[in-house]
Nanobody, 127 residues
């Protein structure tokens, strides 16, 4: 299974971006249908941080307080793609963003519970 993240770029504070993460490869369809998906980010000199998770069905989403109300995760099961819509972006949102597939049907904030990772896409928010 391969995860390909895209959609990063440079945006001014207050702006919006939508990240995409497409799953491909053997078993990707079965994995995407049964597993939770998450987005994480890592800023320079900081630890990787959970920013959004969505259950296998899409019925359950979770966010940390730092992005709640500004970020929205969604998934298109027909396209094997998960999205992260980011709005009201702040300079502190600047980071490399990674998508990941969870070991289970849900998407916990613990990165050790994820088995597949995308390559990351850089988001830079200017003040």
């Amino acid at each position: 299974v391969q995860l390909q993240a895209s959609g990063g770029g440079l945006v001014q504070a207050g702006g919006s971006l939508r990240l995409s993460c497409a799953a491909s490869g053997r078993a990707s369809g079965r994995m995407f249908s049964n597993n939770g998906m998450g987005w994480f980010r890592q800023a320079p000199g900081k630890e990787r941080e959970f920013v959004a998770g969505i259950s296998w069905s899409g019925a359950t989403t979770t966010y940390p307080d730092s992005v709640k109300g500004r970020f929205t995760i969604s998934r298109d099961r027909a396209k094997n793609t998960v999205y992260l819509q980011m709005s009201s972006l702040k300079p502190e949102d600047t980071a490399v963003y990674y998508c990941a597939a969870a070991r289970s049907a849900y998407a916990p904030p613990d990165s050790s519970q994820y088995v597949y990772w995308g390559q990351g896409t850089l988001v830079t928010v200017s003040s």
